[in-house]
């Protein structure tokens, strides 16, 4: 089985409406850019946060029941285009919101299980395509009307 050094995570979510239909993805890359696990998932109605959020969760529970890929002193880098996420995340910003409490109770909760360093990133929507695709065909293919 093949092991990494490095991992680079890019997470999104979404929804149509706030709250509306949302759905959230990630994509999964290795240090040459291989893409090496991606997934999306319908939430049903929620908030674009809790389905930007929920992105991060399923990341990083993905990583905790995949540890096994890690070498040891490997890092996780998770890159995300919600502001609001990331500056709560690393402490930016105070978190006022119980539901986003609760999932960022889960996003400590697994990267105490992962036993690598975990380490956060904003970066601009355009440089996260992939995972906004994702999610937009996760809510096409859900939410379409016959």
């Known amino acids: 089985m093949r092991t990494y050094r490095f991992l680079q995570i890019f997470t999104d979510g979404g929804s149509r409406g706030n709250p509306g239909p949302s759905a959230s993805a990630f994509v999964v890359l290795d240090a040459t850019g291989t893409v090496i696990h991606e997934e999306a998932k319908v939430l049903g109605v929620t908030t674009n946060n809790v389905a930007e959020y929920q ?17 040891k002193e490997s ?21 006022k919101n119980a539901r986003l409490a609760k999932l960022l109770f889960k996003i400590r909760e697994y990267e105490s299980q992962i036993h690598t360093a975990v380490r956060y990133e904003h970066i601009p929507r355009n440089k996260n395509k992939k995972p906004d695709a994702l999610v937009n065909k996760a809510l096409d293919n859900r939410f379409t009307s016959s």
């Open 55 to 71: 992105a991060i969760v399923d990341a990083l529970f993905w990583i905790s029941r995949n540890a096994n890929l890690l070498q």
């Open 75 to 95: 890092s996780v880098l998770v890159c995300m285009d919600s502001q609001l996420a990331y500056s709560q995340i690393v402490g930016l910003y105070k978190m």
